[in-house]
C-alpha cells in the first residue's frame, strides 16, 4: 500500500456508481469565483514560462491559464467531451477515468507544467496517478494542485472529507511526496475573505 498510515477505506466515496456518468452532463460553470481564479491565473504566470508545454489534469473548459501567455501544447485531460471541446487553450485533449485506469496515455519527459485545479479530491489512487504526472514531466518541471472549499461530496473520497482546508495541504504534500516529487510548497493564493478561499500544493521532478 503507497498510504499505508491512511485508514481504511480512506479513498471510499458516498456514491459508487461510475464517475463518468456523473460527469456525462457537461457543466460549464466556474468551480471557483472570480476572486480565486484571478488569484490562479496570477500564480500561473508566475510558474510557467512562456512556450512551455502543459499538461492539464482534470481539466474543463477553462484552464484558468493567462490569456497572454503564449505556450507550446496544451494537453488536457477530463471526464466531458463537450467541456473539454469548450476550452480554448487546449490544443488537445483526452477522456479518461483515473479511479479506473491511472497510466497517462502520454510520452515520458513531455511536459514543462502541469495543472490540477480543484480536481484531486475525487482521484482514489491519487499517488499512482501523480506518479504518472511526474514521468510525463521534464526534469525539474512543477505540478500545481490547486484546491478550494467546493467539491462534489458524494464523490469526494473519503480521507478529504474528513480533513480541514489545512489538512488538505498535508494530504496533497503526502500524496507529492510518495509520488516522487520534491522542493514541495503550499502557498495560500486566496485566504477566502474576499472570495473563495484557494490554496496550491507545487511540487517539481528530481532534476
Request: glycine share 6%; charged share 20%; net charge negative.
Amino acid at each position: 500500500m503507497l498510504l499505508p498510515e491512511l485508514p481504511p477505506h480512506a479513498f471510499a466515496k458516498q456514491d459508487a456508481t461510475p464517475d463518468l456518468d456523473f460527469y456525462a452532463p457537461p457543466r460549464l460553470v466556474h468551480h471557483i469565483d472570480e476572486g480565486a481564479v484571478a488569484a490562479l491565473t496570477s500564480y500561473y504566470r508566475e510558474l510557467i514560462a512562456p512556450g512551455s508545454d502543459v499538461l492539464d489534469l482534470m481539466s474543463s473548459w477553462v484552464s484558468h491559464l493567462p490569456d497572454d501567455l503564449a505556450l507550446g501544447e496544451v494537453v488536457g485531460h477530463g471526464m466531458n467531451r463537450q467541456e473539454l471541446a469548450a476550452n480554448p487553450r487546449l490544443t488537445r485533449w483526452f477522456i479518461q477515468d483515473l479511479n479506473q485506469d491511472t497510466a497517462l496515455p502520454l510520452p515520458d519527459a513531455s511536459f514543462d507544467a502541469a495543472l490540477c485545479c480543484v480536481g484531486a479530491q475525487y482521484l482514489q489512487h491519487p499517488v499512482e496517478v501523480f506518479a504518472e504526472v511526474a514521468r510525463a514531466l521534464r526534469p525539474g518541471a512543477p505540478f500545481a494542485v490547486s484546491y478550494s472549499n467546493r467539491c462534489f461530496p458524494t464523490k469526494a473520497v473519503a480521507i478529504w472529507r474528513a480533513l480541514d482546508m489545512a489538512g488538505h495541504a498535508k494530504l496533497l504534500a503526502l500524496y507529492l511526496e510518495r509520488a516522487g516529487f520534491d522542493t514541495i510548497e503550499t502557498r495560500v493564493l486566496a485566504d477566502g475573505s474576499r472570495s473563495d478561499p484557494l490554496v496550491v500544493v507545487t511540487g517539481r521532478t528530481k532534476r
